[in-house]
């Protein structure tokens, strides 16, 4: 990627990238929602973005995310939280967000059920999945998911809308695909009449292509919208 990109430029590739990657995986266009990861990224960067026509934006920290949100708050913008939760952080989660891709344990979403404000309609959930059993990595195990899945019905205040992975780092694509593919037929295997799971979050600045071809309907992108981060 070269320095000399604009917003505007990135922008247009990055949109163009998803499209053709729609197009070549048979699929409807505009079915792939694309997420502007925005974390360690300024205010003003999400705003350029926004000008483009971008809606949804993705934050890893809380803290940063508000001040975020504060100075956005004249624009319409879908804000998705897909960090590490910690437990002293739900509460601002519940308030301040509308989707969460980052739920791995029913502790936590026990506290994001009691946290989300009346006012607001249920908090939409992906549950983290650590596809790739990586020790001391966030995510479910792949044979605990249904359990999870199970008690997190009992929540009305947090609606599950599907499953959210990151696979292991490896420089061969054929190892994310095999990654994406596993979380989709976890996906199919626990979606039922009466809980639905249709939703899949997968894919980032590197594996695009792979997570459309498996099925994704949101791709989470920084570095490629955005530049490196500090
Ligand atoms: C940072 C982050 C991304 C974006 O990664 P890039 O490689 O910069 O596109 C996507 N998903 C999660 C969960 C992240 O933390």
Redesign the pocket.
Known sequence: MSQSQTPETRYQEQTGRLAQAVAAAGRPPGSVCLIA?S?RHPATAVRALAALGQKDF?E?YLDEAIEKQVALDDLDLNWHF??PIQSNKTRGIAEHFDWV?SVDRLRIARRLNDQRPATRGPLRIFVQVNVDAEPQKSGVAPEDLPALLADLATLDRLEVVGLMT?PRPDPDPAAAADAFARLRALRDAASTADRPLSMLSMG???DLEQAVASGATHV?????LFGPRD
């Open positions: 990861v974390k993705g890893s897909i960090g891709h990151i980032m600045s590197g989470r992108v920084g570095t490629a």
